[in-house]
């Protein structure tokens, strides 16, 4: 893209759709064991992370960019829903669901693609979970 797709706002201006539509990949660390965790999140929400952690069996944080950036091989604003350097355990959310085509970030703050959300879900093993709690 010829514009920063960095953040979830800008990739839904840059690709012409609503922020919904665009797949967040938000890399977790469990608290107790330190696993890391993908949570592929629609634009829209904002994780509901007791939620996450129920079903988890454990509750979550937000690590640092070099953890981040450890486990996935890439930046953050860049981070792609798979292809990561290392294999992630996946959480799918259920509102992405609802749409024809999403786009996610391909690698970098400048790439995106578009693919049908049941096609990105069981390509990554994503266990659908609804992300806002309701
Ligand atoms: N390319 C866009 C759209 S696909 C993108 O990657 N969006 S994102 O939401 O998946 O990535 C940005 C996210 O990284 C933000 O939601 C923000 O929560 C998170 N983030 C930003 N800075 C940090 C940081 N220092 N540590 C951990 N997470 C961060």
Not at 43 to 55: L, P, T, Y
Not at 70 to 80: D, K
Request: net charge negative; hydrophobic share 45%.
């Amino acid at each position: 893209m010829p514009e920063s797709t960095r953040t979830a706002e800008e990739a839904a201006s840059a690709c012409g759709c609503s922020v919904g539509e665009i797949v967040k990949s938000l890399v977790f660390r469990t608290r107790e064991t330190g696993r890391p965790v993908l949570l592929l999140v629609s634009g829209a929400n904002r994780v509901d992370e007791a939620a996450i952690a129920a079903h988890i069996g454990e509750p979550i944080e937000r690590p640092n960019a070099a953890f981040v950036r450890e486990v996935t091989g890439y930046a953050i604003g860049g981070i792609p829903p798979f292809a990561h350097a290392r294999p992630l355990e996946t959480w799918f959310d259920r509102d992405l669901l609802a749409y024809e085509q999403v786009w996610a970030a391909a690698g970098t703050p400048f790439a995106v693609f578009w693919v049908e959300p049941k096609a990105l879900c069981r390509a990554v093993g994503g266990q659908v979970v609804a992300m806002r709690g309701s």
